[in-house]
């Protein structure tokens, strides 16, 4: 399954592994993502997914009824269940 983050400049297709995180799946390609928690509690990560569909990995991440409504989640528990893409503003390729 690949999920790719886009931003002002698309980073790329990123390889997600089975049960890795979003925010794993592109620190591990080189595609740097604010994060700082990375157990869904600081929002430090919250960005919009654009395409596709995730499910958490913890019972109720930091993201409310209405931004769930409007396709903000966190990368940091969500995992893909299909190709996806996010709009992550401040995502950038390491180096």
């Not at 089975?18 to 928690?37: F, I, T």
């Not at 528990?77 to 992550?88: E, G, M, N, R």
């Amino acid at each position: 399954m690949t999920s790719s983050c886009a931003s002002n400049r698309p980073a790329g297709p990123v390889k997600a592994l089975p049960g890795q995180s979003l925010l794993a799946s592109a620190l591990r390609a080189g595609v740097l993502l604010p994060n700082s928690c990375r157990n869904g509690t600081c929002r430090t990560c919250l960005c919009q997914l654009r395409s596709g569909e995730v499910r958490y990995s913890v019972e109720w991440p930091g993201v409310s009824r209405e931004e769930k409504a409007e396709g903000w989640i966190l990368p940091c528990v969500a995992q893909p269940l299909s190709d996806v893409v996010l709009q992550v503003p401040h995502a950038r390729r390491a180096g």
